[in-house]
């Protein structure tokens, strides 16, 4: 078996081949290779997909979050909640508006924990930095029943959750202002890195289009003082959006592809899996599996030719960039010592997903433990 790469965007690109060479041709032969025609298509459907009123699109997440963060008003002095256990920019982006994160353990999900929450509220809370982990969506109701208590400020980071739904509400459709990643592992992305920000207040997205180039409008002066270049290109808008208008198609096989390995996977005591909830539509971003085996396991699929991946190997504030002395997150560490994301993309062909699941239980076979 030749190697299973992680993700594997050549392959979506040929299968594609010809589509996206075409689209690539049509934008450079306009020679609009910034601002051009698929942008606003691209955050037109954005916005449609997530049922919010405006899509604004920068260079990636990071910017995104960080955008949403002070156009919302968050600066020096306030505090905002973030899961201990996510990607570093869920967090980084907080210290880069100035403001202070603080962290929450999250439950055995990945999802952050509100009875905790709750805990770290001070007077200098001013928001919440709402992480879907995974791809897979908190229950809005959960959501709204803790930021209504304290009239938090929501923002949803659904950089990994683009097309999943919990209870009819898409992902991007939770609090002020929300944001999506199109790089190279997510399940739409920009073949580079891109991102953009999602929301209903007419007032956050202009200024999201103020703050990523240069503080200015096209054509008019700067009303705001940042040097940010955050912008995707007309040619990556153009395969965003022709991504996608496949993205029922790309869901529901990541969604076969997981359902597989759900099967498979569940004979396996060793293994702790989690599952959809009824009214809940998961887009499998990521198919992560948690075992006390994880290092072991990872190098025996290793050895057999399938790259797998941690998501993630530390909790944040173990960074020494964030200063904290705090370190009791029971639950996100654990999630660091025996989370590991298995390959899952459309272009999978049955065989490896097979080959996947048969090495996973020899493997567990081989320890007597399956
Ligand atoms: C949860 C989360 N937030 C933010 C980001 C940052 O996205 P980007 O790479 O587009 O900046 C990522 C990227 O993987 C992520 O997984």
């Not at 791809?135 to 803790?146: S, V």
């Amino acid at each position: 078996m030749n190697k299973i790469k992680f993700y594997n965007v050549a392959r979506f690109y040929k299968n594609y081949k010809n589509e996206i060479l075409e689209l690539t041709n049509q934008v450079f032969s306009t020679g609009q290779v910034l601002n051009g025609e698929p942008i606003i298509e691209a955050e037109k459907k954005i916005a449609c997909l997530t049922n919010r009123k405006y899509a604004v699109t920068v260079g990636s997440c990071t910017d995104a979050l960080f955008f949403s963060l002070i156009a919302s008003g968050i600066k020096k002095g306030d505090e905002v909640l973030v899961p201990a256990f996510s990607f570093i920019a869920s967090a980084s982006a907080i210290s880069r508006a100035g403001a202070t994160p603080v962290f929450v353990d999250v439950n055995n999900d990945g999802s952050i924990n509100f009875e905790l929450a709750e805990k770290k509220i001070t007077k200098k809370t001013k928001a919440i930095m709402l992480v879907q982990l995974y791809g897979k969506m908190i229950k809005p109701q959960n959501i709204t029943n803790f930021t209504n208590k304290y009239n938090l400020i929501v923002i949803e980071d659904a950089a990994q959750a683009l097309g999943s739904s919990n209870s009819n509400i898409p992902a991007g459709k939770i609090g002020l202002a929300s944001c999506f990643s199109f790089d190279p592992s997510k399940i739409i992305n920009a073949f580079g890195t891109g991102g953009v920000v999602v929301t209903d207040n007419e007032k956050i997205a202009k200024s999201i289009q103020i703050l990523r180039v240069q503080g200015k409008l096209a054509n008019s002066e700067p009303t705001k003082l940042v040097s940010c270049n955050s912008r995707i290109s007309s040619q990556q808008a153009a395969i965003v959006y022709f991504q996608l208008n496949k993205i029922d198609e790309i869901i529901s096989k990541r969604n076969l592809i997981a359902n597989y390995y759900n099967t498979q996977l569940t004979k396996i005591e060793s293994i702790r899996i989690l599952k959809t909830s009824d009214n809940e539509t998961w887009n499998y971003h990521k198919y992560p599996i948690f075992t006390n085996f994880r290092d072991e396991l990872k190098n025996y699929l290793t050895e057999n030719n399938i790259e797998t991946n941690i998501h993630f190997k530390k909790i944040l504030p173990e960074y020494s960039v964030f200063n904290k002395s705090e370190s009791n997150f029971p639950i996100s560490k654990q999630l660091t010592e025996t989370e590991l994301s298995l390959p899952i993309y459309p272009e999978l062909t049955d065989n490896e997903i097979s080959f996947i699941c048969d090495k996973i239980i020899n493997f567990f076979k081989s320890k007597k433990l399956c």
